[in-house]
């Protein structure tokens, strides 16, 4: 792979479009074992770029594994407290944040739920501080994409291992918008377009959303004072950059207690290692009352069971659903690009920038309605057959999307 | 290689005997990317043994690389000091360390010597906290090796690749006496024979040593009420470990002003990315006067000029020429075999715990001739005609060594 130039690309599209990276910042990656191939040329291009210096915590499968197949009880509720806190105290000193993702979303499937549930509330809790300052954007970060052979033979179950890999190169690649000969310029023309969507959506200042599809008849309402992002926005170290790689949505923070009805989700969701599959819930005052689903139901309640945010949404993101990821018709398993397949809800924390004062204080965050939990799980509802309205707050109703498609 | 099964013993080994690794300990591992098999295998028998945790920092030769070819002038005063903190955290709060060396010792010899000195003291300066709890014992530690295509390439150069890894392997194995059935015996007899070697050196109470060969002519003062140590020890935590896998010397902690007369080196030094051959240096009042080196001079200076305790004596340890590992009559270019080859003596930092009392505060360590630097340099001056003799306080003088033999 080292010799396709579309991985170079990938690699200069993440320091210069991802991360924006400054001339003597630090840089802190991470990324499965794998995906080195990429992380060596993320490397060279962040040097390139000025990086004061690269640090890369790389991750392996068969070690993780091993902890469910010989770990002790205790062990399950132990985290690497001691790393976070590195990485927590790396983005106060303003190092820049780059995650490459490619994990097998069906590792842990086959291991004790409880464990697994307790092994991740473990690490959720440690990884908050770093976890803070990246979702409330203090530093500037991003995340790529590496196809790696445990993911690609779940996507292409099919395929020879080769084959495999190397079609999901191709799509990480065409959603990357790294296909052609100049990527920069392609996502400036992207960021263009997202900007004017989020430019319509605040000027309209909807107090809730409604969607309507087969399974689904949910208001979300949105937040005191909210406003929509997406594509590239500013960092509070004042640095512009993408925080995702491909990115296709629009984004706002609900009112975490403003959620009514119920919605299916349109695409299963790999979380942590499992498959949920058919998830179907139903919202009061903002909070599940009622959650199912067709696989993994038990790895879903769980999910929602870790803190009182996690049973109330984080966010609301629209995506028409003609658009690169989509196309391709590729179930990828992974949130990076299924999210941005379609529009999706979050369940968990917040994004503290999505507001027309993008620094507001704690109190008044939850005040105006932004959740707070140890989580952030975004699923996907929207499909073909979405119909949106946004609705004023005189009650007023403007059709936003028909058919997945922005009207 | 996974399959061998002298690569498990060596996992088991690493944990059993060399970490001695507590139920519920949390251990932090450190590794060459190309060394993950043995990673893997050491992480299995670690949870086996009842670790809580364990987290593997995997270094890459090639990213780190990168930053030499297109790192910024101020890149290489900057250190990841976000991490060694984090992992000096880790060890106080008593997770274990092991180490996994398998460097190309060659890596950086075409670097810019300049930067390469500076990012060594840069990241010194930033790992001291966390090497003083691992010198000064306070956790159990251990260090082993694993052969790499870049190690095995300088080591074999006349070999195809897969044949050298394979000899490094061989050799390695041999080494950490894991080549039969039961390395926790043998390991447990080489211990015995270890202890009875200290015992003896420890029932004189030398004064000093005075090591004399081709080019050699040295006095060297031992440290007031120092201690004779070699194979396994208790760290404070309680844990008994063999700090180095393989080991073959017994070692105590210098006089910092009372070591005399000049040494040549019986190997060569690789010392971070670099060989240095022919060192020869010479010693008034415990100082480094002169320092000459046939290849690597510039890197040896720069290093004996770290700081005040890098010019001076921090270690000197005993081996017969007739070890297993000498008797391979392989250059290793890595100091944990080519040290554990031949007596030496190392520059810098002094173990707190080589004294009779082994909690001794800084000041009174001080006081009795440890010294302290950023580094820790090995190298060897031992070969097949050393002669080595104890001092007594008194002046008298016992035959220690001839010929490299033990008398
Ligand atoms: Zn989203
Ligand atoms: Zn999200
Ligand atoms: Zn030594
Ligand atoms: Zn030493």
Redesign the interface.
Known sequence: MSTDPRLDRLAETAIRVGLGLA??Q?LVMTAP?EA?PL??LI??HA??A?????????S?D??AL??Y????E??FD???G??F???A??FR?N?ARLAIVGDDPTLLSGQNVEHVSRANRARSKAYRPALELISSSAINWTIVAASTPAWAKAVFPDDAPDAAVAKLWDAIFKASRVDNDDPVAAWAAHNKTLHARCDFMNGHRFASLHFRGPGTDLKVGLADGHAWMGGASPAKNGIMCNANIPTEEVFTTPHMLRTEGYVAASKPLAHQGTLIRDIRVRFENGNIVEAHASTGEEVLNRMIGTDEGARRLGEVALVPHANPIGQTGILFLNTLFDENAACHIALGQAYAQCFENPNLPEDELTRRGANRSLIHVDWMIGNAETDLDGIKPDGAVVPLMRQGAWV
Do not use: C, F, H
């Open positions: 001339p003597g630090e074992v080195l992380a060596r490397t060279e040097y390139k000025g990086a004061s210096l690269v640090t890369t915590l790389l392996d068969v070690s091993a902890r197949k010989y770990g002790r205790e062990s132990t985290a690497s001691w790393l806190e590195g990485m105290a790396a000193n190092a």
